[in-house]
């Protein structure tokens, strides 16, 4: 190496490479957008599905003792904290605005803060109003039938231990730990603008 | 109003240049350019020219870059052999692939900073797509010439 002086001549000199044309680029374009939104749009879609065929039983479905009708809206909850969590998340992404790399690494810690924020309240909001409506639904098909209701109850019951004292905390530890370094990056790439 | 094919065949070689300053990894330059490109064709309706259509287009390239660590892909960076003797009759493949690997070792602003620097933007645009000040851009693209003359220097590739 001659020069320093010569070094963009270097960079500039690198021979292209093979870059996919502007048509194929299109069509993988087309096939990108479809995988990425699919997965919130079909969380999306469910949701909205349960929330209309519960309350649809909540209305036509009679004889409904008030633990059903409770396991049923606390449900409907459930799946409207689902819904809008995913749609606030889609509507931040895609109106994301035109940012220099600065802005854009606030917004990205910002984003690794909502969520955070999201595994220690609208998870445990959501999982509370999942294991209620699981409580309180099956009581009155089982009140009948005292072997039928501790042999379902006793299951339901180990599932939600497991669920909240095993799984729960092994996910948010996960999660937690890969967004603390990943905010420890993106403050570290901050500081090195100062 | 710009034509999605006509930025390509124009920006995709230059975009390509600076991933690759800040991966040093074909294939992950590649992946990124493709990343950048379907960005640019998804906001190019909303794209309202309040910037130059190079700065947009270099901002999204560069974001994505920071945001390729968020992805948590492996940057490569070669740990490199100190005090060789002088390098000579080298190729301009070998060349580049060294400052590539020089590159890689900074920290990544300073990847982003000297990749624009050397594909010739202007340093007021630089300041634009950073978000630094144009003053902080002059002060550090000198220090980095600087870390990247001392690299050079004990690898005996310059003079």
């Given at each position: 190496m001659e020069d320093l002086d010569n070094l963009k001549n270097l960079w500039q000199s690198a021979k292209p490479v093979e870059l996919p044309d502007a048509a194929e680029l299109q069509q993988d374009i087309k096939d990108f957008r479809g995988t990425k939104l699919r997965n919130k749009v079909l969380s999306v879609t469910v949701?909205?599905?349960?929330?209309?065929?519960?309350?649809?039983?909540l209305l036509l479905a009679q004889n409904l003792w008030l633990s059903t009708q409770a396991a049923i809206l606390f449900n409907v909850?459930?799946?409207i904290v689902l819904a809008a969590t995913n749609l606030r998340s889609m509507?931040?992404?895609?109106?994301?605005?035109?940012f220099n790399n600065l802005d854009f690494l606030h917004f990205l810690q910002q984003t690794q803060r909502n969520q955070i924020r999201y595994y220690q309240r609208t998870e445990v909001a959501g999982l509370t109003l999942v294991t209620a409506s699981t409580l309180l639904f099956p009581y009155q098909f089982l009140a009948d039938?005292?072997?039928?209701?501790?042999?379902?109850?006793t299951f339901v019951v180990g599932w939600i231990l497991v669920l909240w004292f095993y799984i729960r905390p092994r996910s948010f530890s996960k999660h937690s730990k890969k967004l603390n370094a990943e905010m420890g990056r993106f403050e570290s790439i901050i500081q090195q603008t100062l | 109003m710009h034509d999605f094919d006509?930025?390509?065949?124009?920006?995709?070689?230059?975009?390509?240049?600076?991933?690759?300053?800040?991966?040093?990894?074909h294939d992950r330059a590649k992946d990124l350019v493709q990343e950048t490109f379907i960005a640019v064709w998804r906001n190019l309706p909303g794209f309202r020219n309040e910037s130059k259509v190079s700065t947009w287009i270099y901002r999204i390239a560069t974001n994505h870059c920071l945001r390729a660590l968020e992805k948590e892909k492996r940057i490569t960076k070669v740990d490199m052999p100190e005090n060789l003797a002088a390098v000579e009759d080298e190729s301009p493949e070998e060349k580049l692939a060294f400052l590539y690997s020089a590159i890689a070792g900074l920290p990544e602003m300073e990847r982003i900073i000297i990749s624009l620097e050397l594909e010739g933007l202007p340093q007021i645009q630089i300041a634009e797509i950073t978000g630094l000040t144009a003053v902080n851009v002059r002060v550090k693209i000198h220090r980095i010439k600087e870390k990247l003359a001392v690299k050079f220097k004990q690898h005996g590739r310059f003079d």
């Open positions: 949701a909205v599905l349960i929330v209309v065929l519960s309350l649809a039983a909850a459930a799946c509507k931040r992404f895609i109106g994301l605005k035109d039938s005292l072997a039928m209701a501790i042999g379902i109850y | 006509s930025l390509y065949k124009t920006y995709s070689p230059q975009i390509f240049r600076v991933c690759m300053g800040y991966v040093n990894d």
